[in-house]
């Protein structure tokens, strides 16, 4: 899952799924998908700036090669 995508707490989801998963399952391995294939790094750095605020959540920083 995303932490930055989660967005059913609302449904009585909760990001701990996400946030422990690595002490429940010992062995696992996070993988993280930072590379955007989407949005140009200006968008990327207002994403950045903002998710960041958020205290819940793994951290990770989106780029881009797709220029400015």
Do not use: M, P, V
Not at 31 to 53: C, D, K, V
């Amino acid at each position: 899952g995303d932490d930055d995508q989660s967005i059913y707490k609302f449904r009585g989801a909760t990001i701990e799924n996400i946030l422990n998963f690595e002490k429940q399952y010992a062995g696992c391995r996070t993988i993280r998908l930072e590379q955007n294939y989407r949005s140009t790094g200006h968008i990327l750095e207002a994403a950045n700036a903002l998710i960041g605020n958020n205290t819940e959540r793994k951290g990770k920083t989106l780029w881009t090669n797709a220029g400015a």
